[in-house]
């Protein structure tokens, strides 16, 4: 775990290293490109090779990617009670939060007396890709593909990581049920968003391409832009603590070691203008960690990944708020409200001590798939209207194309383009 103070010579390079920009490793993006043009060449032959090789499960044939009825069923019914209503109560919530930002078609006249609009249509097939392997992300599942289902897209199609005998959690498969999963295929990594992207055999190819994965996925969403649509890029899983002398230290490493239980490549980034504070969370951090379950994965976050810094004002460590650009912030100050006015590129901020990062992870209403490694500068978390099509809508009459016509014409003769000016003056 590292620790920054104003007094060490090395304090201004590390802190530069935290204003970040998304650039994927050279190894990742050639491993990527190598897998994809196998999905595109081989189609399923290449996924399946592909999953056994990275782990997954041996499967047949294309048929035996594919989640089964009975196999929901028997999710379903094995569940126990609290289960299920943890399920109903996560997923009311994220449902009613985003009927909430749905877009609704509108119309208006302008100047010259036309009608001028927008229509928002759902997508008809979208592709969701949802981390399995050391923890299920059972909570990834309600927060992608009920946004879909809020929407109203009628195919949703998941690609979950399964275990070497195929197997996916049951929760997470009564989660994808809930919220509305039209196909589930028990594939992972970057050839699950190859085979979305350019479909197979067995899996048809999607319009747009959502939710979390580690920088393989995130990768193979990046390499597929523009061949379809694409959310944003969500990455490993990174949490920033903003607090001042009164926050309490014990939540403070409460949440940092919350979200670096993700896994080896989470970060956890602690800031603070309280030399006192910075001493009372690192004591916290260490107690709180000994006692915690998943020790590999915490051990590879507090070794590489994980930073405690003493800023020299509150006002400079909001600058480096905004330069790290977090996935996560909670922002543990006296007039949280206030501060976070302030704080521009982060994909969620827990506003006050009382707000754990995890009640967002899990239940309060907004999807937790947000920008990672510095995206959030350019990116804003998922939002159910990115599941809708937006198209422009234009309905001129005799009257007002006659009004508009002279401008039209001018444009024309400006950019050389005789043929749009005719185009109006000849209605009228």
Not at 292 to 299: K, S
Not at 345 to 359: D, F, K, Q, Y
Request: overall charge negative; charged content about 20%.
């Amino acid at each position: 775990m590292k620790i920054l103070r104003p007094d060490q010579p090395s304090y201004e390079a590390e802190l530069a290293r935290l204003d970040r920009v998304f650039t994927p490793a050279d190894h990742v993006r050639d491993t990527v490109a190598e897998i994809l043009d196998a999905i595109r060449a081989e189609g399923d032959a290449a996924v399946l090779r592909l999953t056994a090789k990275f782990g997954g499960p041996t499967l047949a044939d294309g048929s035996a990617m594919r989640v089964g009825r009975e196999e929901f069923a028997a999710a379903r019914t094995g569940l126990d009670a609290a289960t299920h209503a943890a399920l109903a109560a996560s997923h009311a919530n994220v449902s009613t939060f985003a009927a909430r930002s749905l877009r609704a078609d509108w119309t208006m006249t302008n100047a010259e007396g036309a009608e001028v609009g927008e229509r928002f249509r759902p997508f008809k097939r979208v592709g969701l890709y949802v981390p399995g392997g050391s923890a299920p992300l059972v909570s990834t599942a309600l927060m992608t593909a009920t946004l879909a289902q809020i929407a109203g897209c009628p195919e949703i199609v998941v690609t979950t990581p399964a275990g070497p005998d195929g197997s996916i959690a049951p929760a997470l498969l009564a989660a994808l049920e809930l919220a509305g999963a039209t196909e589930v295929y028990r594939i992972g990594g970057a050839q699950a968003i190859g085979a979305l992207g350019f479909g197979t055999s067995t899996i048809r190819p999607v319009q747009k391409i959502f939710g979390p994965g580690n920088s393989y996925v995130v990768e193979a969403k990046r390499q597929l832009f523009g061949r379809v649509a694409i959310d944003l890029l969500p990455g490993p899983s990174e949490v920033m603590v903003l607090a001042d002398a009164a926050a309490n230290p014990a939540w403070i490493a409460a949440d940092l070691l919350a979200q670096a239980e993700h896994g080896a490549d989470s970060a956890m980034i602690f800031v603070t203008d309280s030399p006192a504070k910075l001493a009372e969370v690192e004591k916290e951090i260490h107690l709180q960690a000994a006692s915690l379950p998943r020790q590999a994965q915490l051990a590879g976050v507090l070794e590489n990944h994980a930073m405690l810094v003493l800023a020299r004002s509150l006002a400079h460590a909001i600058e480096l708020v905004n330069g790290y650009a977090p996935e996560h912030l909670s922002l543990n100050v006296v007039d949280s409200d206030l501060i976070s006015e302030r704080i521009t590129t982060t994909g969620c901020i827990c506003l006050g001590g009382w707000s754990p990062v995890a009640a967002g992870d899990f239940l309060a209403g907004p999807s937790h798939t947000l920008p990672t490694g510095g995206a959030g500068k350019s990116f804003a978390g998922l939002t159910v209207d990115q599941f809708q099509r937006r198209t422009s809508l234009i309905r001129y009459d005799s009257d007002s194309i006659r009004r508009a016509t002279p401008v039209i014409e001018q444009f024309s003769a400006l950019e050389g383009l005789a043929a749009h000016g005719r185009s109006a003056s000849i209605r009228v």
